[in-house]
């Protein structure tokens, strides 16, 4: 048994995500026709930043430019809560400082393989031990929240949120999983967001393979 392999979540990263105020203001009716199983939401939850912006980008904010080894999101949370507790000074906006977790424990051998290869390079050591650094025991706090599971590809498109649907695909997939997912449109349940894992990687080929991804509430500001 590799070292790893003893916890079931990996911490990719923080971020700060906007709360929207104006209903429609990102996600209009043709947009989530588009694209969200469950059009009632009113605003989609995800990983995938173009479904839920970093407040960096919305609002244009400076930051260093280097904040994190998976996308843009941050290693340091700290660090972040620091920038967003400046940037909420002077400004009168609403977000969530989240953490997005990778469900390994659900991960096939190959799915297993690419990720330690891709989190060893980050590690001066190179070794699988040095892998435990990024299990989310280290760092979870009592306070966390988990939101819900999203099923995303290895840089966080969300096959959820993010992938537009034919409307055979749609009546399909609102079939089998609108009733699961919560207001954030975002899994609960682990098993389901498992299936629809299995469902995307089929249905979505071209962006495949899929990966289970958990959203942690951590602070709001």
Known sequence: MNYIDLYEELLLGFDARVLLEKKDQLWDCK?????LLNTDVHQPFSTDTNVWPTIF?????????YTGFYQD???DYNILKHYCTLYSLSNRV??????IS?????CNDNEKE??????????SNNNEYSLSKYSLTHSIKKDWIRIGFDVSDFWGLS?????????????????LFKRK????HLFSILDDSKNYKIYANKEFKLHSPFFLYSIWLCDSI
Do not use: M, V
């Open 31 to 35: 947009r989530k026709n588009d694209y």
């Open 57 to 65: 980008n919305f609002y244009n904010i400076n930051k260093p430019e």
């Open 73 to 75: 999101t941050w290693e």
């Open 94 to 99: 609403s977000f969530y400082i989240i953490c």
């Open 102 to 106: 990778l469900i390994y424990s659900c």
């Open 114 to 123: 690419l990720w330690q290869s891709f989190l060893s390079g980050y590690n």
């Open 159 to 175: 096959a959820l949120s993010n992938i537009h649907k034919s409307i055979k695909e749609k009546d399909t997939a609102k079939s």
């Open 181 to 184: 997912l919560n207001k954030y």
